[in-house]
């Protein structure tokens, strides 16, 4: 267990359809990454919050937003979902935000777009 | 920009046997190197990393991983595969800017599985 948690575990939805994937870092963490898995991308890093702030953004779709909130916990939220939306979207926390940082991650959403 | 190769998609490795997984990355400057290893249903879970100094790198469940800067390479080991390191392995740069984040870089991953 990396103390990282997500929820929920599973989402099924439709195509078009909003979601909302929420994460909780490990405790005293204070960076947040987002990370898309999918079959025909492998893992692609998506966006990093440090204390609230945006830091680094990377294959995100404008579809695609996220944030973190005061008490750390960050959400990424997919609008106009389309059939290759669907992967496994994992969370990462770390304790400061540096390259150096060892990123933790957690379980995972599985997100199934039909 | 960055890139992590992993030239192996599978592997198959008899329990007991030495296992060794490549790693070749491209990176302008000495890079943070990462190997994660995903179970089955799991997310990821680190295994080793090297940021500087001594070139082979000791990490959790008896994995070693080894840098050569000459060769733009991070190989990981394992001396005696166990059933429970069938898996997928992933190797992973990190890229940090100061003051504008940090992200990791992956490759596509081995598949290793362990035969009885």
């Known amino acids: 267990d990396s103390g990282v948690t997500q929820t929920p575990k599973h989402l099924i939805t439709a195509t078009g359809q909003r979601v909302t994937l929420r994460c909780s870092p490990r405790?005293?963490?204070?960076?947040v990454y987002w990370y898309q898995q999918s079959l025909d991308q492998g893992l692609q890093f998506l966006i990093q919050?440090?204390?609230?702030?945006?830091?680094a953004k990377g294959n995100i779709l404008e579809r695609f937003s996220a944030q973190q909130f005061p008490d750390l916990h960050s959400e990424l939220n997919l609008s106009s979902l389309e059939l290759g939306d669907s992967a496994l979207y994992f969370c990462?926390?770390?304790?400061?935000?540096?390259?150096?940082?060892?990123?933790?991650f957690g379980p995972g959403t599985r997100l199934t777009v039909l | 920009a960055q890139s992590v190769t992993q030239p192996d998609i599978h592997i198959t490795v008899s329990e007991g046997a030495s296992l060794e997984l490549r790693c070749n990355y491209s990176?302008?400057?000495?890079?943070?190197l990462f190997w994660y290893v995903q179970s089955p249903g799991q997310g990821l879970q680190l295994l080793l990393k090297?940021?500087?100094?001594?070139?082979l790198v000791q990490g959790i469940k008896g994995f070693e991983a080894e840098f050569k800067r000459s060769q733009s390479s991070f190989n990981l080991r394992k001396p005696s595969v166990h059933w429970s390191d069938a898996a997928e392995y992933f190797c992973?740069?990190?890229?940090?800017?100061?003051?504008?984040?940090?992200?990791?870089?992956f490759g596509g991953g081995t598949r290793v599985l362990v035969k009885p």
């Open positions: 992973a740069v990190g890229l940090h800017i100061k003051a504008a984040g940090n992200k990791l870089t």
């Open positions: 990462a926390s770390s304790i400061s935000g540096r390259g150096t940082d060892t990123q933790y």
């Open positions: 405790s005293g963490d204070l960076s």
């Open positions: 090297y940021f500087s100094g001594d070139t």
């Open positions: 990176y302008g400057a000495t890079p943070y």
């Open positions: 919050y440090y204390n609230g702030e945006e830091r």
